[in-house]
């Protein structure tokens, strides 16, 4: 079935390790953005990217990287990893006109089902 | 600062009760809202969503919102409660077409038998 796919869904690491959280989607959407859940606070925007080769800083960006080298993949990389970062990751995207501009502005967001990482 | 709202972060209602769960947005420019659904263990899905053409949104299994700019609201609301609609739910908007989504802090739908 199309949609986000994301990987691993389940990941315990020790503080200082490092790892990537992959993301890929076949809906050759533009836009794509990770978020992280964390009880009572919502969801909160990571990075995002508004095509291969474009990538942004949302509201919470420090420990992680992103780059987009193809459409399909956006990978969340945690360099070193601290307890800070233990939580529900998600990873969205949507489709857009020119990179950047949504042709109705009515973004719908097509999400993974999740990966829950824990920090040591 | 662009903000969203969810009163309450925990609602319990009887099953056949009204859904009642709350939004609000700070904004000083027309905003695009939109309201998803969590189940347990899964990623957010699309109840509905408002793009300044009617003000009352109709949306999946029976959930509805009304954009009042007078209130900065966008409630969510369901008349009937049905126990498969026990899950967490969250306020979104954003307020230009580059697509980022700003969410509220979510709120924990429990419905009693």
């Known amino acids: 079935n199309a949609g986000v796919t994301q990987t691993p869904k389940f990941q315990v690491l020790k503080t200082g390790q490092s790892m990537t959280l992959q993301c890929a989607q076949d809906m050759n959407h533009e836009y794509m953005s990770w978020y992280r859940q964390d009880p009572g606070m919502g969801l909160r925007l990571i990075h995002y990217?508004?095509?291969?080769?474009?990538?942004d800083q949302g509201e919470v960006p420090n420990g992680y990287n992103v780059s987009r080298s193809t459409t399909e993949d956006f990978p969340l990389r945690l360099l070193s990893a601290a307890p800070s970062q233990t939580s529900v990751y998600f990873c969205?995207?949507?489709?857009?006109?020119?990179?950047?501009?949504?042709?109705?502005?009515?973004?719908?967001?097509?999400f993974g089902a999740g990966s829950r990482l824990t920090v040591l | 600062a662009q903000s969203v709202t969810q009163l309450g972060s925990h609602v319990s209602v009887s099953e056949g009760a009204l859904v009642l769960l709350r939004c609000n947005y700070s904004s000083s420019v027309p905003p695009y809202l939109f309201w998803y659904v969590q189940y347990p263990n899964q990623g957010l899905q699309l109840l509905l969503k408002y793009t300044s053409a009617a003000t009352l949104v109709k949306g999946i299994n029976g959930f509805e919102a009304e954009f009042k700019k007078s209130e900065t609201s966008f409630h969510l609301t369901k008349p009937s409660a049905h126990m498969s609609d026990a899950a967490e739910y969250f306020c979104a908007v954003t307020y230009n077409q580059g697509g980022k989504l700003i969410f509220g802090q979510g709120t924990e739908l429990s419905v009693k038998p």
């Open positions: 990217s508004v095509g291969a080769g474009i990538t």
């Open positions: 969205a995207s949507t489709p857009t006109g020119l990179a950047g501009v949504v042709p109705s502005g009515a973004n719908v967001l097509t």
